[in-house]
């Protein structure tokens, strides 16, 4: 397993932009299949885009696709979303996980992960 901290969550307004930061600990951190979840208030966690080993293939969901962007850097144990063009309900704790069985595409359909992070706050007001 891979300890995972995130950061970068806070306050922003409809339209504004922020980028949270994933910083994995171990040497096994280019083996594992990332992503980031999330989890609005009184909603069940969602998949919001993940990203393979090699950093090369990446998946979002519907709700995020040419408004966020993940992306990684193995030689600093390091995974980023980029979220612009904000809406309210992108408001949720961002959470980030992965896996070194799974793979990054079927993050899409299962949340069961082997390492997550405790989660930062985004919240978007209008």
């Known amino acids: 397993q891979v300890q995972l901290v995130e950061s970068g969550g806070g306050l922003v307004q409809a339209g504004g932009s922020l980028r949270l930061s994933c910083a994995a600990s171990g040497r096994t951190f280019s083996s594992y299949a990332m992503g980031w979840f999330r989890q609005a208030p009184g909603k069940e966690r969602e998949f919001v885009a993940a990203?393979?080993?090699?950093?090369?293939?990446?998946y979002y969901a519907d709700s995020v696709k040419g408004r966020f962007t993940i992306t990684r850097d193995n030689g600093q144990n390091m995974v980023y979303l980029q979220m612009d063009s904000l809406k309210p309900e992108d408001t949720a704790v961002y959470y980030c996980?992965?896996?070194?069985?799974?793979?990054?595409?079927?993050?899409?359909?299962?949340?069961?992960?082997?390492?997550w992070g405790k989660g930062t706050l985004v919240t978007v007001s209008s």
């Open positions: 996980a992965g896996d070194p069985a799974m793979t990054a595409r079927k993050m899409g359909v299962s949340s069961r992960m082997d390492s």
């Open positions: 990203i393979s080993r090699p950093g090369i293939a990446t």
